[in-house]
């Protein structure tokens, strides 16, 4: 079963060649991939390979030049009206810059219920109470429910983003480097808590991220993307320990790891 | 030589609504040429705020008291007018959202070219060389047709290299980075760093590297401090803190990070 199917999808942007000559790019080439109900599928590849647009392409905030989209049986490639609202209110975002995508002038309790106020959707309880029990399961200060995004730090208006998609119990959560700029804790917090929720609601997730570390932890499937392309996509053991593709293995050995001798010496300190 | 920067005692406090709060808390450290100092911690801690704080870039309403020194000369209290000529050519830094901190409405080629003739000036046509190299140097395919583009249509890792060539355009001595490498692809990352490691040998820039992934701090850094809750927890040579960690809130994070080499536990079913 899927939840999700691109089929070839395609981007073209238009841009300006050498002499001003109108050209072509195509940041992403007939991408295709599927994500069944409950699963994990990671994108991963190279910084300019189309991972972003893909995405939006996915989640239906920007038009694919070519190809196709099916959500939950159905196509929804032109969904307008009111096959594009059910559309919507399965699937959120949580984007790479977290400060452009919150308005800077509404509280964080008015950003994280406006969701639910789009949709009709009674909180249970109090507005506030709602904001405050979201905000809590990320990690982050209920008291600070009347705060504009501007006063937090970076990584704790990731964790408002991600508040906010969790809002309405979606079908398909869109993280694009959404635990980018967290500190290991906190972002092992999170990850813990997308995990539980995944079991608990079910919901499927596609997940891009730099950082392979935490993408083998969360992950079912892995894409890896370059140059507008899928060169490798597999079961994530297989990506990660029988990379068949000569990028894959690059980006696999260009891992940044902990000098290795003072890691040893702090182990043996620590058993010690 | 004296020491490139001298920080001691900064404190930074924001009036709220509840009294004011001091979100970072006497911290103190220095940085020579030719080094690197690694801040790491937890989100929230203050890495940014510090870091603003030396630029003088803070927040309206956010105070700073303490002593900010760059080469021998207190940069806290002085007015903006001497804080602006010093940035962008003697220190700069490449801010957590690059997204926020480039002009939508300019292409990043004008903006680039407009940082380095503030300081350098010269022609407009030296100053798009200049401008196109400075792409080139931080791995952005294409930079004479790129420098033409406006910040949108970059991806975010595009977005935060030409962040990266905006603050190296006037060679500056001090460059302050916080989280310049989160939006990059470990091949790309591992390129940026070695430019900023070749910058730091070559013509003895000393570099402020904030963020949150250790193994990177392992591989740039010769001092690291480590923060918490608006605290300096712990402030050592890279090889003390990795290999003889003093403090609890270390060791919790070195203990941590999810490694690509270590066994998966049981919380995934693929
Ligand atoms: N509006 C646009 N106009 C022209 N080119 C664009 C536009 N948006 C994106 N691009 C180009 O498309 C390519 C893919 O961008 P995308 O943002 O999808 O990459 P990404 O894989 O997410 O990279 P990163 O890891 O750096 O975020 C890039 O080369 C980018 O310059
Ligand atoms: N305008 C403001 N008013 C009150 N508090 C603020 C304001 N701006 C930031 N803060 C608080 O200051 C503290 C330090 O923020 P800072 O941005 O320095 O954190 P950080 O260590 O860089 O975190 P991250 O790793 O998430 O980027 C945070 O707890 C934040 O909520
Ligand atoms: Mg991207
Ligand atoms: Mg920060």
Redesign the pocket.
């Known amino acids: 079963m899927t939840l999700l199917r691109a089929t070839g999808l395609t981007?073209r942007?238009?841009?300006r060649g050498p002499l001003g000559v109108k050209a072509e790019?195509t940041?992403?080439d007939r991408v295709s991939f599927d994500v069944g109900p409950g699963e994990t599928l990671a994108?991963v590849?190279?910084?300019?390979?189309?991972?972003?647009?893909?995405?939006?392409m996915i989640a239906k905030l920007m038009d694919p030049t070519e190809g196709s989209l099916e959500f939950d049986g159905e196509d929804v490639t032109r969904a307008k009206g009111a096959a594009l609202a059910r559309f919507r209110a399965g699937v959120q975002v949580v984007f790479?810059d977290p400060f452009s995508s919150l308005n800077p002038r509404h509280t964080v309790e008015r950003i994280l219920t406006a969701p639910l106020v789009y949709q009709g959707i009674a909180p249970n309880g109090s507005r506030r109470a709602h904001a405050k029990e979201l905000m809590e399961r990320v990690g982050l200060n209920p008291d600070h429910s009347l705060r504009y995004p501007a006063q937090f730090s970076g990584g704790q208006a990731q964790r408002i983003g991600i508040a906010r998609a969790l809002a309405v119990n979606p079908k398909l959560v869109i993280c694009?480097?959404a635990v980018s700029a967290l500190d290991v804790s906190v972002q092992a917090q999170v990850i813990e808590l997308l995990r539980r929720l995944q079991r608990e609601s079910g919901f499927s997730f596609v997940f891009?991220a730099?950082d392979l570390a935490v993408v083998r932890q969360i992950a079912h499937r892995v894409a890896v993307?370059s140059k507008?392309r899928i060169v490798e996509l597999g079961d994530t053991a297989q990506v990660f320990g029988d990379p068949r593709d000569e990028y894959t293995r690059t980006l696999l050995a260009a891992v940044p790891r902990i000098n290795p001798e003072w890691d040893r010496r702090r182990r043996e300190r620590v058993q010690a | 030589m004296s020491d490139l920067l001298v920080v001691e005692d900064l404190t930074v406090t924001f009036p709220t609504a509840r009294g004011p709060v001091d979100v970072v808390r006497s911290v103190s450290f220095t940085l020579g040429r030719d080094e690197t100092l690694g801040i790491v911690g937890e989100s929230g801690s203050g890495k940014s705020m510090t870091s603003l704080a030396v630029m003088g870039l803070l927040p309206k309403g956010a105070r700073a008291s303490g002593s900010v020194r760059l080469d021998g000369v207190e940069l806290l209290g002085r007015p903006d007018r001497e804080l602006r000529r010093l940035r962008g050519d003697r220190m700069s830094m490449i801010f957590q959202d690059p997204l926020s901190s480039l002009n939508p409405y300019y292409t990043v080629g004008l903006q680039i070219e407009e940082v380095y003739r503030a300081h350098r000036g010269g022609s407009g046509k030296d100053a798009r060389k200049v401008a196109i190299a400075a792409l080139q140097q931080v791995g952005l395919?294409d930079p004479e047709r790129?420098v033409d583009?406006?910040p949108?249509?970059?991806?975010?890792?595009?977005?935060?290299r030409v962040m990266i060539a905006m603050a190296l355009v006037c060679s500056p001595e001090l460059l302050i980075a916080d989280e310049p490498t989160t939006?990059?692809?470990v091949t790309?990352q591992a390129q940026i760093l070695g430019l900023l490691a070749g910058l730091r040998k070559d013509s003895g820039m000393g570099l402020v590297f904030i963020t949150h992934d250790l193994a990177v701090i392992s591989s740039i850094a010769t001092r690291v401090l480590v923060m918490r809750q608006g605290e300096q927890v712990e402030y050592a040579t890279a090889e003390q803190v990795f290999a003889e960690p003093r403090h609890d809130y270390t060791r919790m994070l070195l203990d941590s990070i999810p490694r690509i080499d270590d066994p998966l536990d049981e919380g995934v079913t693929a």
């Open positions: 981007k942007f238009a841009a790019f940041a992403v994108v590849g190279e910084s300019g390979s189309g991972k972003s647009t893909t995405a939006r790479q694009d480097e891009i730099h993307m507008g | 395919p790129r583009y406006y949108h249509q970059f991806s975010g890792g595009q977005r935060q939006a990059l692809d790309v």
